[in-house]
């Protein structure tokens, strides 16, 4: 057992370190890569661990707000029960969409990209300011 816990400790370090070199980082128009941008970034990931439920409780919000309009689409879909799931906790949520992108915009805020189950077309955008999500909705969200 605890062979299989170490097992499931070291997926769970691949994933991340797979994740994190998937990620692309962009910088809006007149920002340069340099030390301060860097650190921008450095710091947001730092502060991941703090932010990340946030912004799970901000695209909960959302796709609350959203799934009925979205059902009728899916209505007939093969695998809805898992590209539409029921909005019923926070959590549900946390397996079905993925960022692959943080825009760092000159005034400070990010802006994550996303794809998500319910929406492979357009995606998702989240926009964070000090550690507070100021808007979801669509992927052009994030760099707007």
């Not at 170490?6 to 980082?25: K, P, V």
């Not at 007939?76 to 969409?97: M, Q, R, Y």
């Not at 805020?109 to 492979?120: M, N, P, Q, S, Y």
Request: charged letters at 30%.
């Amino acid at each position: 057992d605890e062979e299989d816990e170490e097992d499931l400790e070291t997926d769970d370090n691949n994933a991340a370190e797979r994740d994190l070199q998937e990620l692309t980082f962009l910088l809006s128009e007149g920002l340069k890569w340099n030390k301060a941008t860097e650190l921008k970034f450095d710091q947001f990931l730092d502060d991941w661990d703090t932010v990340s439920p946030i912004v799970l409780q901000a695209l909960f919000k959302y796709y609350q707000e959203t799934y009925m309009q979205l059902v009728p689409i899916f209505e007939n879909s093969p695998g809805a029960e898992f590209l539409l799931p029921n909005p019923s906790t926070a959590d549900v949520l946390a397996d079905h969409f993925y960022i692959n992108s943080i825009h760092l915009h000159s005034d400070g805020v990010f802006g994550l990209e996303a794809e998500c189950t319910w929406d492979e077309e357009h995606g998702l955008g989240i926009l964070i300011r000090n550690q507070e999500v100021t808007s979801v909705g669509l992927a052009e969200e994030a760099y707007e």
